[in-house]
């Protein structure tokens, strides 16, 4: 597969603008330190990930059906674009994947199977199934064109907000953050303790399989990094964790402190900016989903 580049993002940005949201930016203060918050938690299918799903998809001619695995934000994301193309669709999901998801995947339209207990399990079954002709398997990351889509969210920050000088991103299967690393601008891959596959990659040189136990991991919950992402990344993020408890707390705080309401995972680079774990005199810390249910 390909290395995608920003040429590839700002193409990207182009193709998906008639069917995504462009989120907005708030410029805060908190602690008396400066950020911007990107608010693509807004997107149209509550997370950034409509945008690599509508790329993917109208980079080629659209197949006559698509079909995917996720562990929830990747296959509503996949749901709503085929929705808007007019393609039918199939998401492949774990037995462990929340039922806020689930149930606005099939809202969507799309078929819905649950199998296995992890993403990995779901994801092996959906290929199986994505051998019948005029079927598009649609990778949640490892994928140069669902990479330059979720580029798109950087994209757009860096022409609404040009002195931001950080990215703060949460890190899955690498997709989100890879396509914003291709800005240039600094970028901190910020990943829960006990979801580190870009972690274990980026000391093994390779990817390779890790163990996840994490409240976010219905968002992060990648056991495995991407190859198209791990080929972008390299040399070219900071790597940060965060744990389970600063997490928690930074996703408390979104809600105390400005009624934002994300699901854990978006919370993650949050928690990594007010550990100070991170640098930039005007940060963006992007709030990537919020489609998980919850009480402050």
Same mark, same amino acid.
């Given at each position: 597969m390909s290395t995608p580049t920003w040429a590839d993002v700002r193409e990207a940005a182009e193709a998906v603008h008639?069917?995504?949201?462009?989120t907005p930016v708030l410029r805060a203060e908190v602690d008396g330190r400066p950020l911007v918050l990107k608010l693509e938690h807004l997107q149209r299918s509550g997370s950034f990930k409509l945008r690599g799903a509508v790329n993917a998809l109208v980079s080629e001619p659209l197949p006559e059906r698509v079909l995917t695995a996720s562990g929830g934000n990747h296959g509503l994301g996949v749901a709503t674009a085929a929705a808007l193309l007019g393609v039918p669709? /199939?998401?492949?999901?774990? &037995?462990s994947a929340p039922k806020?998801?689930?149930?606005? =995947?099939?809202?969507?339209?799309?078929?819905? =199977?649950?199998h296995g207990a992890t993403y990995a399990e779901a994801a092996t079954k959906a290929l199986e199934a994505a051998s019948e002709p005029g079927t598009r398997y649609l990778h949640a990351y490892d994928d140069p064109a669902v990479v330059a889509g979720q580029g798109t969210v950087a994209a757009e920050v860096v022409q609404d907000v040009p002195d931001v000088d950080a990215f703060l991103v949460a890190v899955g299967g690498g997709g989100l953050v890879a396509g914003t690393s291709l800005s240039g601008v600094p970028t901190f891959a910020v990943e829960p303790e006990r979801c580190r596959a870009l972690? @274990? @990659?980026?000391?093994?040189? &390779?990817p390779v399989d890790v163990e996840i136990d994490s409240v976010a991991a219905s968002a992060l919950g990648a056991t495995r990094i991407g190859a198209v992402p791990l080929g972008v990344l390299q040399d070219r993020v900071t790597s940060v964790l965060v744990s389970e408890v600063e997490l928690l707390a930074a996703r408390d705080r979104l809600w105390e402190e400005f009624r934002l309401a994300v699901e854990p995972a978006a919370a993650v680079p949050? @928690? @990594?900016?007010?550990?100070?774990? /991170?640098?930039?005199?005007l940060p963006c810390v992007i709030l990537c989903g919020a489609n998980s249910e919850w009480t402050p």
């Open positions: 008639p069917f995504v949201r462009r669709a /199939t998401v492949y999901v774990p &037995e806020a998801k689930t149930a606005r =995947i099939e809202a969507a339209g799309a078929k819905l =199977i649950r972690g @274990a @990659a980026l000391k093994a040189g &390779e949050f @928690a @990594a900016w007010l550990a100070g774990r /991170t640098d930039g005199e």
